[in-house]
C-alpha cells in the first residue's frame, strides 16, 4: 500500500516537473521570436534610412538637370551655337570665324539683312571646308543670301582651280541648304554629315 501511495506521489512530481519545463520552453521560444522580430525592423529601419533622400535633395537634383538640358538647347537657338554643335559632331580643319566687313568682302553679303550668323572658314589656306549659318531678319531675303553664298563658292573655286586640285574638287561639291529662315552654306568632304546635323538643329 505505502509503495503504490509512492509511486503515485512520483508520478505526480514527474507530471508537475515536466509542466513547469514546457512552461519554460515556450516562454524563451516568445522571447526568441520577439527578439528575431526586433533585428528585422532594426534591419528595416537601417535600410530605410539609408534609401531616403534628405528634402529637397530631389528638388535640387532636377534644377541642375534641368539647367543643363535648358543650356543645349539654349545654345542652338544662335547660329554660333548651331555651327559649333555641327563642329563638334563633324569634325573640320582648324577654322576662324568672319565677321563684319569681310562678311560682305568675301560673300557679297549685306550683313544688315542678317538677323544672326556664323561663318567659320579655314584658318590655313590650303584647305577649302567652309560652315555658315546664316539666319535673315525676313524671309524674302533667303534668295538673296543663297545667291551670295553661291557667289562665295564660285570665288573658292577660282582660288583653287589651278592651286590644289582636291581642294578645288572640294569647293565643286559645296551644298545649300534653306530651312524656314536660316540658310546653310558649306564646303567640305564630309558635307552630308554637316547637312545631317543641321537638319536636326533646326526645327
Do not use: W
Request: aromatic residues 4%; contains cysteine.
Amino acid at each position: 500500500m505505502k509503495k503504490r501511495v509512492l509511486q503515485l506521489l512520483m508520478v505526480v512530481a514527474m507530471g508537475v516537473a515536466l509542466t513547469a519545463c514546457s512552461g519554460n520552453n515556450t516562454d524563451k521560444n516568445v522571447n526568441a521570436g520577439n527578439g528575431s522580430n526586433t533585428s528585422q525592423d532594426g534591419s528595416n529601419a537601417g535600410s530605410n534610412s539609408g534609401g531616403e533622400t534628405a528634402p529637397g535633395e530631389d528638388a535640387d537634383k532636377g534644377k541642375e538637370e534641368g539647367a543643363g538640358t535648358g543650356a543645349g538647347s539654349a545654345e542652338t537657338d544662335s547660329a554660333k551655337g548651331i555651327v559649333d554643335a555641327i563642329l563638334n559632331k563633324v569634325e573640320q580643319p582648324a577654322l576662324a570665324p568672319i565677321e563684319g566687313d569681310m562678311v560682305k568682302d568675301l560673300y557679297h553679303l549685306d550683313p544688315s539683312i542678317l538677323a544672326d550668323y556664323a561663318i567659320m572658314s579655314p584658318l590655313m589656306n590650303v584647305k577649302t571646308n567652309e560652315v555658315a549659318v546664316l539666319k535673315v531678319k525676313d524671309a524674302k531675303d533667303v534668295a538673296t543670301v543663297e545667291e551670295a553664298v553661291k557667289k562665295r563658292a564660285a570665288d573658292v573655286q577660282k582660288q583653287f582651280e589651278t592651286y590644289l586640285q582636291d581642294q578645288y574638287e572640294n569647293a565643286k561639291n559645296f551644298q545649300v541648304v534653306k530651312k524656314g529662315d536660316y540658310v546653310l552654306f558649306v564646303i567640305s568632304e564630309s558635307a552630308d554629315d554637316i547637312v545631317s546635323e543641321f537638319n536636326s538643329l533646326v526645327k
